[in-house]
């Protein structure tokens, strides 16, 4: 009797870590991958104002994104000065990201400007 009720608390308490996990690491990459987009997006900037290079700034995103474990999928400057980036990253996923409907949701992308005047 009582093996069965810890046995269900077991499968109850796995249950829910899998749940946490499953549901959690999307919302965990996609924060983190915010944060790295906007400080990729305000060093890019940065460095464009002081050298005006696009390819050091380019260069200052990409250390950034392999830094932060992403990549840098799309970047530009526009005539304006103005610094358009995109990052991405696969977020952990046991089951969800393996079933197509499922699969979109641990595709982070994250895109962010930036300008120094």
């Known amino acids: 009797m009582i093996s069965g009720f810890l046995l269900k608390v077991v499968i109850g ?3 829910v870590g899998f749940v946490a996990v499953e549901g959690g690491s999307p919302l965990i990459t ?3 991958v915010d944060g790295a987009a906007h400080d990729a997006a305000t060093d890019a900037a940065a460095e464009f104002f002081q050298s005006r290079n696009p390819d050091k700034a ?3 995103a990409e250390e950034i994104a392999l ?4 990549v ?14 995109t990052l991405f990253k696969q ?3 046991l089951l ?3 079933w197509s409907a499922t699969k979109s949701w641990y595709e982070i992308k994250v895109s962010a400007t930036a300008q120094k005047k």
């Open 72 to 85: 840098l999928e799309a970047f530009e400057i526009d005539e304006q000065g103005l610094v358009k980036l």
């Open 96 to 98: 969800l990201k393996k």
């Open 58 to 60: 380019r260069a200052v």
């Open 91 to 93: 977020a952990r996923s």
């Open 30 to 32: 996609r924060a983190q």
């Open 13 to 15: 308490i796995a249950l």
């Open 67 to 70: 830094k932060e474990d992403t």
